[in-house]
Nanobody
């Protein structure tokens, strides 16, 4: 499956941004999905995950209350709504898909658990 992330950009602290990740595979609706990010000089870190049913979902402590992951299986797309952005949110954001064969309530927080990755979209938060 191919994943195409989009929606990144340059914003000011406190602004909002919504990232999208579109999947090419029609079986997308059976894939748990996740968002990760990687800042310069740092390791890739988990941001949010969602089961293929759309619930449950889980957010990293660093973004909980500010970011929300969601999905639209009819559109083969997941989203990351990011509010109250901070300079430390600056990173390349990647979407990822876990292959089939998992339960409808499963979600994953480790990068190694995912099978497919998008190309990344840059988010820069700066005044």
């Amino acid at each position: 499956v191919q994943l195409q992330a989009s929606g990144g950009g340059l914003v000011q602290p406190g602004d909002s941004l919504t990232l999208s990740c579109a999947a090419s595979d029609g079986t997308f609706s059976r894939y748990p999905m996740g968002w990760f990010r990687q800042a310069p000089g740092k390791e890739r870190e988990f941001v949010a995950a969602i089961s293929y049913r759309g619930s449950p979902r889980y957010h990293a402590n660093s973004v909980r209350g500010r970011f929300t992951i969601s999905r639209d299986n009819a559109e083969n797309t997941i989203y990351l709504q990011m509010n109250n952005l901070k300079p430390e949110d600056t990173a390349v954001y990647y979407c990822a898909a876990k292959g089939q064969g998992v339960g409808g309530s499963a979600y994953f927080t480790e990068a190694a658990q995912y099978d497919y990755w998008g190309q990344g979209t840059q988010v820069t938060v700066s005044s």
